[in-house]
Every structure is written in structure tokens, then in C-alpha cells.
């Protein structure tokens, strides 16, 4: 990989969502930049029905306006229940942007009631990685199977993660919520890391051919 393609901006606004990227890009070796560092990057109107339509809309806005590669996510929860609410309403699922508080708040009253049997649900990423010519060159989607307890667990405060316990058999963090994990931890099973290390795989491959 030439120096010229070393660097990715990850086309986000979402300060824990950028920390959390940046620190599964660390080991890659590539220089990771941010919307500030470009001077801001232009709204997209997140309108598309799932998770990797927004990704590749924000990922292809993001190259169009800086000429660089560009990765973008769009992420969230899915509830089985609640037929995959909140999905890509989970940012805003009480209305307000980002109220985290809210969202959560209003998750527990939707499943007011329902055994732990039916709180089943997943947390998906999509990720969409754009050259910069704006091709979307690569399309990836993570997810992570748990259930939706009756109430929060775990110091952490990124979206639902106090309240998704890790289902999925076999794993050190099992039996745990998001929230409950350290960064490390929550990487190795989460939505967001699987799909980025997917990514990684092919992530060479991909800007060579296309420098």
C-alpha cells in the first residue's frame, strides 16, 4: 500500500463512535482521520431503509467532498419483538438525536412485560468503505446476538449497551452486557468489531488495486 493510501477518514460525528474506530484502526497502521481534521464534512440525511444504505450514502458524501478514502457505519439495534425496532431509527428512537437516556427509556417501556424469552435482539454494522472517486468498494455488515434486560447493567453509556446482555455460547464475555465490558472485550465480540476486522481482512487488498 503506497503512503498516499494510508489514510481514512471515518465519516462520522459521533464522538464515542470515532473513538471506538479509531481504536480497532490502531493496529492496522493506518492514520485515521477525523471530520475535524478536513474541516467538517457536509449533513447526510440518513433516509435509506437499513443499516448499508446509510453506510455507503455517508461513506460516498464523505470522498466526493475530500478526495480521500472514506469509512463510513451505521449501526443499531434490532429487536426481535419489536419486528427489528428500533433499527435505523436507534439514534433517535425517543426523538431526540443521540439521547441515549431517552432511547433506553423507552425501550424498557416498549417491552414492559415480555419475558426474557422474546427480549431476544442483535446489534448490527454496516460498514462501507469509499475510494475516493466515491465507489463504494467494499460493503460489510457485523452483528452480535444478546437479549434486552429489564434494567441497565454495567458502567458504560455508549447507546443500548447497558442494556444488551451478550448471548452468544462461548465466549469469555457471555452473560455480559456492553456496558459491563472493557474496550478490549467488547471489541472481540461486538457488531462493530467483527465487521471491522472483516474489513481488515480485505483492506490492503482493496486500496492497492484501486491506487
Not at 466526493?64 to 435505523?88: I, Q, R, Y
Not at 472485550?185 to 461486538?190: A, H, L, T, Y
Amino acid at each position: 500500500m503506497t503512503q498516499a493510501t494510508q489514510r481514512i477518514l471515518l465519516a462520522s460525528g459521533n464522538p464515542k463512535k470515532l473513538k471506538e474506530l479509531g481504536a480497532l484502526f490502531q493496529p492496522l497502521g493506518i492514520e485515521v482521520a477525523r471530520p475535524e481534521d478536513v474541516g467538517g464534512l457536509p449533513e447526510v440525511i440518513e433516509d435509506k431503509p437499513d443499516f448499508a444504505g446509510n453506510a455507503r450514502k455517508k461513506a460516498v458524501s464523505a470522498s466526493l467532498t475530500t478526495g480521500l478514502w472514506c469509512l463510513a457505519d451505521d449501526s443499531g439495534l434490532e429487536v426481535d419483538h419489536l419486528n427489528g425496532a428500533p433499527g435505523v431509527f436507534s439514534a433517535r428512537y425517543a426523538g431526540e438525536h443521540g439521547d441515549d437516556g431517552a432511547n433506553n427509556a423507552k425501550l424498557l417501556e416498549e417491552l414492559a412485560g415480555v419475558p426474557r424469552a422474546d427480549r431476544s435482539a442483535r446489534f448490527v454494522c454496516a460498514l462501507a468503505l469509499s475510494n475516493p472517486q466515491g465507489e463504494v468498494v467494499a460493503n460489510i455488515l457485523g452483528a452480535a446476538h444478546g437479549t434486552i434486560i429489564e434494567a441497565q447493567r454495567g458502567d458504560g453509556d455508549f447507546g443500548y449497551d447497558p442494556l444488551f446482555e451478550f448471548t452468544e455460547e462461548g465466549h469469555a464475555a457471555t452473560g455480559k452486557t456492553f456496558a459491563e465490558l472493557d474496550a478490549a472485550s467488547k471489541s472481540e465480540v461486538s457488531h462493530r468489531g467483527r465487521a471491522l476486522r472483516e474489513l481488515a481482512s480485505q483492506l490492503k487488498d482493496l486500496m492497492a488495486q484501486d491506487a
